[in-house]
């Protein structure tokens, strides 16, 4: 699940670029931003534009060099240059109240009219701005990648990350649904400024954490969730799909490296305490101090795994441990909702799945739990094995392949 924008280095373009502001936009309506959790929240709230700022525009060569630069394997040869935005956007938190969250959207220069949107879901990222409308690494360049095809590509940084007030309810299936799908529509509206009309079908495709939204929101463009827009294609990357019997268990058995599983399980249990309750004082679940602190989106990666023991014994009390290995209550329900991707609707276009042989963030083993149970229900589901890949190879591996396959024709 973590962000290989931490691992991977590309010299200056991991540096945050120069912005230039554009006119924000007006909106009908003035909630603020965050508001009393009995306000009702208008659908027409939803997907508004706040403002939006010009990061880069870069030729086709550029979209090329950058992508070789952060380690893609065999990436395709851009269509076209590019310009990269971010974009503030009205949404929801987990809860329902109204707030603004950031995300990407990259134009493909020189097109105009009606065209394909490709929307890429990051996986796990601790750091506000690390996120792709923030940072010009892997990420972004997946976003570039897309949008050097001819299709308009969005990003969303997800709730907390970014510009997004408050902290990221990390792993929280809700809330990354509804930043992802409303970030579709603030997306349609920006686009309209430039001569372009989104197209109905929207292509899904996520990385780790986003592998497990790539569903959810495949769910909900399926289920007419989100106006305007269908489900087109379905493409994930090594996700953590079944969090219950498959990821968890792996985190705890030593199949996930010990030091990744320390950074995913701090990360986690902080943001389910805030959404699902799981202890009263940290003390319950840590044997350190200042484990909630670190996940305040401000320290980078590299402060919070230095901080953080490198052992699961030596971060979990034992009783916090029989917890999280025998849920039960709230936190169990929660587990199954948040498993339900895979088991409670039947994709009706193909669903690929590609995982690592060698990944031991994400076990292959969800990939093949996920399959099994869609298959089960009549999807057409097939697993894409990368022989020998770990995590991060996964995904510089599968994007360029997945970028060939939501290519529009000439």
């Not at 134009?107 to 009219?113: D, I, Q, S």
């Not at 601790?126 to 949008?147: C, E, F, H, W, Y």
């Not at 902290?167 to 299936?173: E, L």
């Not at 309209?192 to 463009?221: M, N, P």
Request: glycine share 8%; with cysteine; charged share 20%.
């Amino acid at each position: 699940m973590t962000n290989f924008l931490a691992k991977t280095t590309a010299g200056a373009l991991i540096a945050a670029l120069a912005l230039t502001p554009l006119t924000a936009f007006a909106t009908p309506q003035t909630l603020p931003a965050e508001a009393s959790a009995s306000q009702v929240v208008p659908a027409a709230f939803r997907g508004q534009l706040v403002s939006a700022v010009k990061l880069e525009r870069l030729s086709a060569a550029a979209v090329d060099k950058t992508a070789k630069a952060m380690g893609f394997v065999n990436p395709p040869q851009a269509r076209n240059g590019v310009t990269a935005y971010r974009v503030v956007y009205r949404t929801i938190t987990p809860e329902g109240r109204p707030t603004t969250a950031s995300g990407l959207v990259v134009l493909p220069n020189g097109r105009r009219g009606s065209l394909s949107v490709a929307e890429y879901l990051h996986g796990t990222n601790g750091t506000k701005n690390q996120v792709a409308s923030m940072t010009a690494g892997p990420d972004r360049t997946i976003a570039l990648m897309l949008a050097g095809s001819g299709l308009v590509a969005v990003a969303p940084d997800y709730l907390g990350l970014g510009v997004g007030p408050g902290r990221h309810p990390y792993i929280d299936t809700r809330s990354e649904t509804t930043a992802s799908t409303d970030l579709l529509l603030a997306a349609k509206i920006f686009s309209r400024r430039y001569g372009v009309q989104l197209k109905r079908d929207v292509l899904v495709t996520g990385f780790s954490q986003g592998g497990r939204a790539t569903l959810s929101v495949g769910r909900a463009l399926q289920n007419k969730e989100v106006p305007g827009f269908r489900l087109g294609a379905l493409e994930a990357v090594a996700g953590p799909y079944d969090l219950e019997k498959t990821e968890l268990p792996a985190v705890f058995d030593g199949r996930v490296n010990p030091q990744v599983a320390v950074l995913y399980l701090g990360y986690f249990i902080t943001a389910w305490n805030r959404t699902v309750g799981l202890y009263d004082d940290p003390r319950e679940a840590f044997t350190v101090d200042g484990v909630e602190e670190l996940f305040d989106g401000y320290h980078q990666v590299e402060e919070i795994a230095m901080a953080l023991p490198s052992a699961l014994d030596q971060l979990l009390t034992p009783a916090f441990k029989a917890k999280l290995l025998n849920p039960s209550g709230a936190y169990l329900r929660a587990l199954r909702e948040a498993d339900s991707i895979c088991r409670d609707w039947t994709p009706r276009v193909p669903v690929n799945l590609h995982t690592g042989t060698a990944d031991t963030d994400v076990v292959p083993a969800n990939a093949t739990k996920c399959a099994t149970t869609l298959t089960h229900r009549g999807a057409r589901v097939t697993i894409h094995p990368i022989p020998h890949a770990d995590h991060n190879t996964t995904a510089l591996t599968a994007y360029p392949q997945i970028t060939r396959t939501f290519t529009p024709n000439p």
